[in-house]
């Protein structure tokens, strides 16, 4: 079959059915004039990308489809363009795999433009488990970052990923441009989507002639194409199917090329709409009349026959097409890490290391590996280091999409910057069924020891405040608990771990409790505690909290005569789970030292602890110390036993 034609009727169809499932609840065929039950009344949905992302995903399925022996995968960065992921999948036969109400059949094709755009369940965005859903990430601007990260030291992939000219003013994919440079072998070729317009208003790319849109890729270092279409007409499917397929050939070997895909937003509808251009159809026959035309000139009937089967040309070019995504590699296995008791740096960098000597490993780090006392690794060809937080994540997300391991190294203070795309990678997380490595996040410079700028733990208080059971934020008392935290971490699936390290030295504490706190995540420090049933309750969640608890301990039980117990945190998560009913007594007053915001504390135990009081981070009013903060915040020996004299105070009352 004739690859322009099988293209072109690619595209009709997913375009097509994706005005159809805008538009209608039956009669998806548009064999009779659309009756008032048959139409939407309140179309709901987005339009304006649907013609050029379904004419790009039409091409890179055809081509993957004539390599059978590579990987190219294509990369929707546009979560609106759903609509047409779910036309295709349809029309594959995958999304009936997915759910039987959408059989290959018209009972099938209507229930697909009934349910849209819930889908029962399946909702109206991208969706991963779906062809053409490799982006695990889920937020604006962080596609092409992903699929940097996903074609990551793999010769025999291509990665698409088709962005828009919106997304391109995002601050991720601005600096994702410019950092392909920091990994050359990652063979990429972006699509970039030029209709003209972000959501509300005209985009910045769109307002650039020809000769500045190259000027501005070939700055950045991309050699550029340039494909003009809007009549749809195969000339025009032959001009970007060949800067598709020497893009590809170009990417293999090493070259940075991109392809702008210009077009007119929503082009081949009555009007260049973001949203549902027809929004009047239930009091509007006129309207009604528009859309039965508008979907007449896609030509349905060369493409569907009566029972809503792809017919001719699409029949044998669904035959053709290749919508993959990468399989994920079985885990290496991998010698437990041993805490030595040779500090942060030593037994970190160790737990590293072997992780790194299995090959499917990678550390990102925006340029602070040094700062952060790993500077050792700096030069390892497993190690990528670049000053953009948000790439760093996609180029993480997009590693481990493929079944690798990998972990950021950041500053607490420029963690919230990833706040937006961890949410979108759990809210994706859920929807597939593959439980692939973790991501994991180790934060080893803290408010604390930093200045005033540098002092921000929003990240972990909301990824907490989200109550998603795969978030775990470890905060280990000691380097050596670090070491396991960290080496845990990289072995789990299906989580997002975040360490909270600090690299400065500390105490180190017995170690009779690990295989507890990294078992349920919290334990009894018996070594401090008094037997039986406490007056107070010391619970420690951090270094610093750990050494100033462990200092306190004393000076508060002879002041008051007390029985204290003294309990561990490991991983902050446990505290909203069954195992603190092993260490804590809703009864009994409960003093909580954290690094962290107190509120994410009351947070966890509301409801579950009488008498609470939390000693964490206080946003100082101006640059302070480090002894400074922490007395303002509370966190030193002064503040903590001040605390715990006023829940010791309330007893019996």
Same mark, same amino acid.
């Given at each position: 079959?004739?690859?322009?034609?099988?293209?072109?009727?690619?595209?009709?169809?997913?375009?097509?059915?994706?005005?159809?499932?805008?538009?209608?609840?039956?009669?998806?065929?548009?064999?009779?004039?659309?009756?008032?039950?048959?139409?939407?009344?309140?179309?709901?949905?987005?339009?304006?990308?649907?013609?050029?992302?379904?004419?790009?995903?039409?091409?890179?399925?055809?081509?993957?489809?004539?390599?059978?022996?590579?990987?190219?995968?294509?990369?929707?960065?546009?979560?609106?363009?759903?609509?047409?992921?779910?036309?295709?999948?349809?029309?594959?036969?995958?999304?009936?795999?997915?759910?039987?109400?959408?059989?290959?059949?018209?009972?099938?094709?209507?229930?697909?433009?009934?349910?849209?755009?819930?889908?029962?369940?399946?909702?109206?965005?991208?969706?991963?488990?779906?062809?053409?859903?490799?982006?695990?990430?889920?937020?604006?601007?962080?596609?092409?970052?992903?699929?940097?990260?996903?074609?990551?030291?793999?010769?025999?992939?291509?990665?698409?990923?088709?962005?828009?000219?919106?997304?391109?003013?995002?601050?991720?994919?601005?600096?994702?441009?410019?950092?392909?440079?920091?990994?050359?072998?990652?063979?990429?070729?972006?699509?970039?989507?030029?209709?003209?317009?972000?959501?509300?208003?005209?985009?910045?790319?769109?307002?650039?002639?020809?000769?500045?849109?190259?000027?501005?890729?070939?700055?950045?270092?991309?050699?550029?194409?340039?494909?003009?279409?809007?009549?749809?007409?195969?000339?025009?499917?032959?001009?970007?199917?060949?800067?598709?397929?020497?893009?590809?050939?170009?990417?293999?070997?090493?070259?940075?090329?991109?392809?702008?895909?210009?077009?007119?937003?929503?082009?081949?509808? *009555?009007?260049?709409?973001?949203?549902?251009? @027809?929004? #009047? !159809? $239930?009091?509007? +026959?006129?309207?009604?009349?528009? =859309?039965? /035309?508008?979907?007449?000139?896609?030509?349905?009937?060369?493409?569907?026959?009566?029972?809503?089967?792809?017919?001719?040309?699409?029949?044998?070019?669904?035959?053709?097409?290749?919508?993959?995504?990468?399989?994920?590699?079985?885990?290496?296995?991998?010698?437990?890490?041993?805490?030595?008791?040779?500090?942060?740096?030593?037994?970190?960098?160790?737990?590293?290391?072997?992780?790194?000597?299995?090959?499917?490993?990678?550390?990102?780090? *925006?340029?602070?590996?040094?700062?952060?006392? @790993?500077? #050792? !690794? $700096?030069?390892? +060809?497993?190690?990528?280091?670049? =000053?953009? /937080?948000?790439?760093?994540?996609?180029?993480?997300?997009?590693?481990?999409?493929?079944?690798?391991?990998?972990?950021?190294?950041?500053?607490?203070?420029?963690?919230?910057?990833?706040?937006?795309?961890?949410?979108?990678?759990?809210?994706?997380?859920?929807?597939?069924?593959?439980?692939?490595?973790?991501?994991?996040?180790?934060?080893?410079?803290?408010?604390?020891?930093?200045?005033?700028?540098?002092?921000?733990?929003?990240?972990?208080?909301?990824?907490?405040?989200?109550?998603?059971?795969?978030?775990?934020?470890?905060?280990?008392?000691?380097?050596?608990?670090?070491?396991?935290?960290?080496?845990?971490?990289?072995?789990?699936?299906?989580?997002?771990?975040?360490?909270?390290?600090?690299?400065?030295?500390?105490?180190?504490?017995?170690?009779?409790?690990?295989?507890?706190?990294?078992?349920?995540?919290?334990?009894?420090?018996?070594?401090?505690?008094?037997?039986?049933?406490?007056?107070?309750?010391?619970?420690?969640?951090?270094?610093?909290?750990?050494?100033?608890?462990?200092?306190?301990?004393?000076?508060?039980?002879?002041?008051?005569?007390?029985?204290?117990?003294?309990?561990?945190?490991?991983?902050?998560?446990?505290?909203?789970?069954?195992?603190?009913?092993?260490?804590?007594?809703?009864?009994?007053?409960?003093?909580?030292?954290?690094?962290?915001?107190?509120?994410?504390?009351?947070?966890?135990?509301?409801?579950?602890?009488?008498?609470?009081?939390?000693?964490?981070?206080?946003?100082?009013?101006?640059?302070?110390?480090?002894?400074?903060?922490?007395?303002?915040?509370?966190?030193?020996?002064?503040?903590?036993?001040?605390?715990?004299?006023?829940?010791?105070?309330?007893?019996?009352?």
């Amino acid at each position: 079959m004739d690859l322009l034609s099988s293209a072109d009727a690619l595209w009709r169809a997913a375009t097509y059915l994706s005005v159809a499932q805008l538009h209608l609840r039956a009669n998806p065929l548009s064999t009779r004039p659309f009756r008032l039950c048959e139409v939407k009344q309140r179309p709901s949905g987005h339009w304006g990308t649907v013609p050029g992302i379904a004419w790009a995903l039409a091409h890179v399925g055809l081509a993957a489809g004539r390599c059978p022996d590579e990987e190219i995968i294509p990369v929707i960065g546009a979560g609106h363009a759903g609509i047409v992921q779910r036309a295709l999948a349809w029309m594959t036969g995958d999304l009936g795999k997915a759910d039987s109400r959408f059989g290959r059949d018209i009972a099938g094709l209507t229930a697909l433009v009934a349910s849209f755009p819930d889908g029962y369940g399946l909702g109206s965005e991208v969706h991963p488990a779906l062809p053409a859903g490799a982006y695990m990430g889920g937020w604006l601007g962080g596609a092409l970052a992903f699929a940097q990260g996903m074609a990551l030291d793999e010769p025999s992939r291509v990665v698409i990923p088709i962005v828009g000219d919106g997304e391109c003013e995002t601050p991720t994919t601005a600096a994702s441009w410019l950092a392909q440079r920091a990994i050359p072998a990652a063979r990429v070729l972006p699509v970039v989507h030029l209709n003209g317009h972000r959501m509300g208003g005209p985009s910045l790319l769109g307002a650039m002639n020809d000769g500045q849109l190259v000027a501005y890729a070939c700055g950045l270092g991309w050699e550029p194409a340039i494909a003009h279409v809007g009549t749809g007409s195969l000339a025009e499917h032959a001009a970007f199917h060949e800067a598709l397929v020497d893009g590809i050939d170009a990417a293999r070997r090493g070259e940075r090329r991109l392809v702008f895909l210009r077009c007119v937003k929503g082009w081949s509808g *009555p009007i260049g709409a973001h949203k549902t251009p @027809l929004t #009047d !159809l $239930a009091t509007n +026959p006129h309207q009604r009349l528009q =859309l039965r /035309e508008w979907m007449s000139s896609y030509q349905p009937h060369e493409l569907f026959g009566d029972d809503a089967q792809p017919a001719g040309v699409l029949a044998s070019a669904l035959n053709e097409i290749r919508l993959c995504r990468p399989q994920p590699a079985e885990p290496p296995v991998i010698p437990a890490a041993a805490p030595t008791g040779r500090g942060f740096s030593t037994e970190v960098a160790a737990v590293l290391g072997a992780h790194a000597a299995s090959g499917d490993f990678k550390i990102f780090s *925006p340029d602070e590996l040094r700062s952060n006392r @790993l500077g #050792d !690794l $700096a030069g390892e +060809p497993w190690v990528h280091e670049v =000053l953009a /937080e948000e790439v760093l994540l996609g180029w993480l997300a997009g590693w481990i999409a493929s079944g690798r391991r990998g972990v950021l190294i950041s500053y607490e203070a420029f963690a919230p910057l990833l706040l937006t795309g961890l949410v979108g990678h759990l809210k994706q997380r859920r929807l597939v069924n593959v439980r692939l490595p973790s991501i994991n996040l180790l934060l080893t410079s803290y408010g604390w020891h930093n200045v005033y700028t540098h002092g921000d733990p929003s990240l972990v208080t909301a990824l907490l405040g989200t109550g998603d059971p795969a978030v775990h934020v470890f905060t280990p008392a000691d380097a050596d608990r670090a070491a396991l935290a960290l080496d845990d971490a990289l072995r789990s699936t299906g989580q997002v771990n975040v360490i909270i390290a600090g690299k400065h030295s500390t105490p180190s504490h017995p170690s009779e409790t690990m295989d507890c706190e990294r078992r349920h995540g919290l334990a009894i420090w018996n070594h401090l505690s008094d037997p039986g049933e406490p007056d107070l309750t010391l619970v420690c969640a951090g270094d610093l909290a750990a050494a100033i608890v462990s200092e306190a301990v004393e000076p508060i039980r002879e002041r008051h005569r007390c029985r204290l117990r003294v309990v561990n945190v490991h991983d902050l998560a446990s505290l909203a789970g069954p195992a603190i009913g092993r260490c804590i007594r809703e009864q009994t007053p409960v003093l909580v030292v954290t690094l962290g915001h107190p509120a994410a504390i009351r947070g966890l135990l509301a409801g579950r602890v009488r008498d609470l009081d939390v000693v964490g981070w206080r946003e100082p009013p101006h640059p302070m110390s480090q002894d400074g903060v922490a007395a303002y915040a509370g966190l030193d020996l002064a503040g903590i036993t001040r605390a715990a004299a006023a829940l010791l105070a309330n007893r019996g009352r």
